[in-house]
């Protein structure tokens, strides 16, 4: 069963320039218990993806449209009473920089046992307690964490406890949004693996945001490819990234060599992002493709069917020009 539907999504910002298309038509499905890779680079829409299925975007500066449908209710319309409930509740979030949010003059177990008491109000200081320690020992942290200062931790640490107070409440999904970047890849693989294995135990569902696709490529079941505010492949991450269709999937293996484990030098995408104020009538992606014609600069490649449940949006699949070259 899909735990979270979207539909249609777009997120406009509104500035004086005009508005910057950051997410275009975006539709996405999370079954439960899976986990879905959520990349392209810096400034694809990734975050305001996220933010707006989360509600955090300013409604003045940020117009979202189309539908977000969680565990069965639209999260873009719902009332910001029942929002307060099923936020942090059932739908939680790690951000790079989550720590920030704690006070640095205050203990850590103390700030987290407030999360916990801020949704049940029942809860006496002794159940509170619990509740962290329960959480912290699910992230491999040590009992002493409890009584430590922000300052105190490791990077490794801290994100360990932005993990673990996202899991405070129980949630049913957790969005990440590039939780693991800043850290080294050692920390980094730990970290990754810890969380594949919260999710089995919790039955927890993720969507992971990372401009790394080797994040997906060892901790995801699905992958969703944005770029520019459009979805140009989706798919489960095995084949995606076994024979990736789009040729912004491959550009992007590309720029992350450790995937293929070929000892080459880093390709990247020549190129930028396009100007996203502008209403661009073909393919995001056609000035910097390999591949464009003329078709791809003027229409726009629907998504379409590889295999079931794996589509792509280009007029010149790879697999296709794989088997014609
Ligand atoms: N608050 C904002 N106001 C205006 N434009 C924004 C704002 N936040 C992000 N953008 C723009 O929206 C686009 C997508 O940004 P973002 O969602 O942060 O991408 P990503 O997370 O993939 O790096 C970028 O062009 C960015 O400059
Ligand atoms: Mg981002």
């Given at each position: 069963?899909?735990?979270?539907?979207?539909?249609?999504l777009?997120?406009?910002?509104?500035?004086?320039?005009?508005?910057?298309?950051?997410?275009?038509?975006?539709?996405?499905?999370?079954?439960?218990?899976?986990?879905?890779?959520?990349?392209?680079?810096?400034?694809?829409?990734?975050?305001?993806?996220?933010?707006?299925?989360?509600?955090?975007?300013?409604?003045?500066?940020?117009?979202?449209?189309?539908?977000a449908?969680?565990?069965?209710?639209?999260?873009?319309?719902?009332?910001?009473?029942?929002?307060?409930?099923?936020?942090?509740?059932?739908?939680?979030?790690?951000?790079?920089?989550?720590?920030n949010?704690?006070?640095?003059?205050?203990?850590?177990?103390?700030?987290m046992?407030?999360?916990?008491?801020?949704?049940?109000?029942?809860?006496?200081?002794?159940?509170?307690?619990?509740?962290?320690?329960?959480?912290?020992?699910?992230?491999?942290?040590?009992?002493?964490?409890?009584?430590?200062?922000?300052?105190?931790?490791?990077?490794?640490?801290?994100?360990?406890?932005?993990?673990?107070?996202?899991?405070i409440?129980?949630?049913?999904l957790?969005?990440?949004?590039?939780?693991?970047?800043?850290l080294?890849?050692?920390?980094?693989?730990?970290?990754?693996?810890?969380?594949q294995?919260?999710?089995?135990?919790?039955?927890?569902?993720?969507?992971?945001?990372?401009?790394?696709?080797?994040?997906?490529?060892?901790?995801?079941?699905?992958?969703?490819?944005?770029?520019?505010?459009?979805?140009?492949?989706?798919?489960?991450?095995?084949?995606?990234?076994?024979?990736?269709?789009?040729?912004?999937?491959?550009?992007?293996?590309?720029?992350?060599?450790?995937?293929?484990?070929?000892k080459?030098p880093?390709?990247?995408?020549?190129?930028?992002?396009?100007?996203l104020?502008?209403?661009?009538?073909?393919?995001?992606?056609?000035?910097?493709?390999?591949?464009?014609?003329?078709?791809?600069?003027?229409a726009?490649?629907?998504?379409?069917?590889?295999?079931?449940?794996?589509?792509a949006?280009?007029?010149?699949?790879l697999?296709?020009?794989?088997?014609?070259?």
């Amino acid at each position: 069963m899909a735990l979270l539907e979207i539909r249609d999504l777009c997120v406009d910002y509104l500035m004086q320039e005009g508005s910057v298309h950051a997410v275009d038509h975006v539709s996405l499905t999370l079954e439960e218990g899976s986990s879905l890779g959520l990349v392209g680079e810096s400034g694809s829409g990734k975050s305001t993806l996220g933010m707006a299925i989360l509600r955090l975007l300013p409604e003045k500066t940020a117009r979202v449209t189309g539908s977000a449908v969680f565990q069965g209710e639209e999260l873009l319309t719902m009332p910001e009473s029942r929002l307060r409930q099923v936020r942090w509740q059932e739908l939680a979030a790690v951000f790079q920089k989550s720590m920030n949010a704690l006070s640095p003059v205050h203990r850590i177990g103390s700030q987290m046992a407030d999360v916990y008491r801020l949704h049940h109000p029942e809860a006496d200081k002794a159940a509170c307690r619990a509740r962290v320690l329960e959480v912290l020992r699910q992230v491999d942290l040590a009992e002493r964490v409890y009584k430590l200062y922000p300052h105190e931790l490791s990077g490794g640490m801290m994100q360990r406890v932005s993990i673990a107070l996202s899991l405070i409440n129980h949630p049913r999904l957790v969005i990440f949004d590039e939780a693991t970047t800043a850290l080294d890849v050692i920390t980094q693989g730990q970290i990754l693996k810890e969380i594949q294995r919260l999710e089995k135990d919790l039955g927890l569902t993720r969507m992971m945001i990372t401009h790394d696709i080797s994040v997906v490529a060892t901790s995801c079941t699905h992958v969703a490819v944005l770029y520019a505010g459009r979805l140009m492949e989706v798919g489960p991450a095995a084949s995606v990234l076994r024979s990736p269709a789009h040729p912004y999937t491959a550009g992007l293996m590309a720029a992350f060599p450790s995937l293929t484990g070929e000892k080459k030098p880093l390709q990247g995408i020549p190129g930028f992002l396009p100007d996203l104020t502008q209403t661009i009538p073909g393919c995001v992606f056609a000035p910097r493709c390999p591949y464009a014609t003329e078709a791809c600069r003027t229409a726009q490649p629907p998504l379409e069917s590889i295999e079931p449940g794996w589509q792509a949006a280009c007029h010149h699949r790879l697999r296709e020009v794989n088997n014609h070259g």
